[in-house]
């Protein structure tokens, strides 16, 4: 019974047990299932239905009302022909037990100042707005999204690295203590290549345990219930920029975040030219039709009935409304001036990101050619040292301080990589598009 237990508690909450079998992703396919499966992109999407419907509204303000009744009524006790005193006024009750009413009401506003126009305006810019908002929370989603694949592809390669520093101290201490049968070096020279065998098995160890720790962050982000990894031949290690500043500062000012603060500047001067047009006056036109009828027996026809119609037309001019008006006009332009200020801050705030991840961004891409020549040179150093131990002439310090060096530009290689890497998904972003 313990053994099912994990399936029975799976059933039990409505989830399917989970797949154990690790599926690889590229970086496409991850930032595709992130900007589908992301709380905050469905949510936008759910906005972008809301005020799709909103302008539906708008729109429909323009179509005239119509409205249809109907209904019945029984009298009883059945008292015909008797009396009774309603309001002071003697009435005699109806001699037919039934009574029936139909309806027709139409409605339509002629004039209402412009604000049908001003709130249609509105309607379309906020269903632009969180239009926009969807790109913005894709986007965000999708640079999460990078920013996990690219951890895991980190991982990978610090595993890569553990291992080699595992290989590289594993060798160094064969060495140590072939030279220690040959009474060439002392029994510290095996003890200190046993410390650095036992180093890189918990540099192994560190780097796995990490590995499984991204894994299962990528797997959150992209929103699967099956366990998710990178592809590891999808490093971008040839990660460039295909277009110059000049571009870059175009597509940054047109980025996803100004769009959606300069729609809500367009919600905001609909909302003020909707509160000047409380100031004029409306004209509404409607027209009636109602029929009554009585009967001795229950009918579903409108045989006798009579029928009566009204067409009327009203202007309507709010003289004094306590302030109520100048009020709602007031926080209006209020609303407009702080939609104005975000743009205007959006716009800064795209230039700054623009250079903050541009400097950034060539900064990496300098550290990974300095860093890759920086571990050749390592490389060749250690070995040179190796040989040198091996025929006598060189001292395990050396050779010590050389893997140390070799290992330290292997991580400074990596670091330098998912910078670069990081670096570019956070214009990727900013713009909007594939850089």
């Not at 109806?94 to 305006?121: C, E």
């Not at 500043?245 to 919600?267: C, K």
């Amino acid at each position: 019974m313990i053994a099912f237990a994990p399936f029975l508690l799976a059933a039990a909450l409505g989830v399917a047990p989970a797949d154990t079998v690790v599926h690889t992703l590229s970086l496409a396919d991850a930032v595709a299932l992130a900007e589908r499966n992301a709380p905050a992109v469905i949510h936008a999407l759910g906005q972008t239905h809301t005020t799709s419907a909103s302008v539906r509204a708008a729109y429909g303000a323009f179509l005239p009302a119509l409205s249809v009744s109907a209904g019945t009524n029984r009298q009883v006790p059945e008292q015909r022909g008797q009396t009774v005193v309603q309001n002071g006024q003697v009435v005699t009750l109806s001699s037919a037990p039934w009574s029936y009413s139909l309806g027709l009401n139409a409605s339509v506003d002629l004039f209402t100042g412009g604000s049908r126009i001003f709130a249609l305006q509105q309607a379309h810019a906020l269903a632009d707005a969180a239009t926009v908002d969807v790109v913005q929370q894709r986007a965000v989603a999708g640079l999460a999204a990078k920013q996990q694949f690219f951890d895991v592809l980190a991982s990978f390669e610090s595993e890569a690295a553990a291992n080699a520093q595992l290989d590289l101290a594993r060798q160094q201490l064969n060495m140590s203590i072939l030279h220690l049968k040959q009474h060439t070096v002392t029994r510290s020279d095996s003890l200190r290549s046993e410390i650095l065998v036992r180093d890189g098995e918990l540099a192994l160890t560190s780097a796995r345990t990490a590995l499984e720790q991204a894994d299962a962050s990528l797997t959150r982000i992209v929103g699967t219930d099956y366990p998710v990894t990178a592809a590891r031949g999808d490093t971008l290690d040839a990660a460039t920029l295909g277009l110059g500043e000049n571009e870059l500062r175009g597509l940054a000012l047109a980025g996803p975040l100004v769009h959606e603060a300069a729609s809500r500047v367009a919600a905001a001067q609909a909302v003020v030219r909707l509160g000047w047009a409380s100031y004029l006056p409306t004209v509404t036109a409607g027209y009636s039709r109602t029929g009554t009828g009585t009967s001795e027996e229950f009918q579903a026809s409108d045989e006798g009935f009579g029928y009566s119609g009204a067409m009327r037309v009203a202007l309507s001019l709010p003289v004094f409304d306590q302030f109520q008006r100048s009020s709602q006009t007031t926080a209006a332009r209020a609303a407009l001036d702080d939609a104005q200020a975000e743009l205007r801050d959006a716009r800064l705030a795209a230039l700054e990101s623009l250079t903050q991840w541009l400097g950034s961004y060539r900064a990496a891409d300098e550290r990974v050619s300095t860093q890759a020549a920086t571990l050749d040179a390592a490389q060749e150093d250690l070995r040179e040292h190796q040989e040198q131990y091996r025929v006598g002439t060189s001292t395990l310090l050396d050779v010590l301080t050389s893997q140390a060096t070799l290992v330290q530009a292997r991580h400074d290689l990596i670091q330098a990589r998912y910078d670069r890497r990081i670096a570019k998904a956070q214009l990727e972003a900013l713009t909007g598009r594939s850089l």
